[in-house]
């Protein structure tokens, strides 16, 4: 290629990283840099077969879903009812149980939401998502 | 197909259809809410209208989430009418920017959803962190800090902060470098596990209190602290 | 100008023709740059949605190419440093196009990102036969160009 291309591809190259990096500085507290933000907990429901009794299952869902069915066991909470949840779910934990938020299907989003306010707000480690959520446990568990 | 499963794959395969010959034309397919510290929920009106030829029917309007309901006020939409969906989103104990989905179908196009988007962005008054401090068995009952950030220059002056257990001693200190608060927490029993809530009341707004919540766990195999 | 005569004309019309092309191909690139640029937070999630590079990788280029694509696009509508906007818009739209074939193939489900949100409306076949479209005007550009001598990166730069 002639040389002068490759000038040009290199100066707009370089040219695009001004604006970028100044963009990402501007976002550098809203972006998350080594990891996805929320999908990097998900488990299998195989994977939590593993930890036995150790798994806390956490129900995102809204409370008139939980109250028709939910995984034995299971403690509720979800954004509409946020700190009183919370309390009853922090007696229940300790620091060796695992933390495994579900919500109604693959699509929803509330398990992740749930999660990452357990990870940040309430500063617990080993907090997941179930992939595939209550739809997917019910079906392993007619 | 029944219609759950409809929405099911319209929600995979709404980039999978085209979009020739709408019949419902949008005043907008997006909304912007910013609710006050006050409110309770907030509302969308999406306005829509019949610019065809023939009448349209709304099969159904589903929101993405349990905190959305949609409502609509008449299912038949004859040619030239106009008329709207109104998103209710209920803010519970959200904050942030929040975003949900709402999926209209209608007999015009039994294949396309049309997917109305509403954006919340809910403010929030204090910024609790962390929102639970824990002595494990091997700690020792020293004090834990923990952080509370007024956010967005609301004027906050004072904290009050109870505890629903009285061994735990709270003290509230006014943070200069965060403009916020910092309540230092230090439990005064050992021997029993404690599982304690603490209340956080800022004294704004007057109209509209809301109570924040700390919680704070001491197992009983923590020790004091020597003397 | 003092070209006559029909051949004079012909060639005229070329280059309007040219420029044409390169302003809406340019557009285009600008259109969809600006749509992700918005929101670079949302594309880093569509970008790892294809899951083709690791999620820090991702976040960096959702961040970067964006301004790529505008930078190029500008460069294209106002005729400056063109022959290497022209090799970066075809570079990328080969990418583009890879990526949603790859997708597909993979059964992702492509909200690709390409438009931002306004693409969720577009289906596969539909990106595909825009992307090729744009990518066949580029290639188009790229052998009807003039001698990329003309342009300097100097005055690309005021651009």
Known sequence: MHSSVVRQILLLLGLAFLPAIGQAVYYRNAATWSAPPVDSALVTLSETKGWGDAVLWVDARPEEEFARAHVPGALLLNEDDWDARLRTLLTAWAPERKLVVYCSAKSCSASHAVAERLRHEAGLENVYVLEGGWEEWKGRNP | MNARLILAVSFLACSLAGTAGAALTWESKAADLHPSLADKTTAAHFKYKNTGEKPVKITSVHASCGCTTAALAKDLVAPGESGEITATFTIGDRYGVQTKTITVMTDAEPTQATVLKLTATIPRLLEIAPAFVYWSANDTLEPKTITVKVQDDYPVTKLNV?????????????????????????????????????????????????????NVRVDSRAKKPPQ | MNRSGTSGEAFHRGVLVRRGLALLAGAVFVYAGILKVRDPL???????????????????????????????????IFYRAFSGALAITGALMLGFIGATIWAEAQGINVDCGCFGAAGSNLSFSWHLVLNLSILLVLLFLWFTRAKPDEITPARAASA
């Open chain 2, 162 to 214: 109870t505890s629903t257990d009285k061994s735990l001693a709270t003290k509230v200190e006014p943070d200069s470098e965060t403009k916020g608060f910092k309540i230092v927490v230090t439990p005064q029993e050992a021997g029993r596990p404690i599982n304690a809530a603490l209340k956080i009341e800022p004294d704004y707004p007057k109209d509209a209190p809301k109570t924040f919540y700390a």
């Open chain 3, 42 to 76: 949302q594309f880093a999630l569509d970008v790892n949605n294809y899951h083709l590079v690791s999620w820090p990788i991702g976040v960096r280029l959702a961040f970067y190419l964006p301004w790529l694509e505008i930078l190029a696009g500008l460069a294209l």
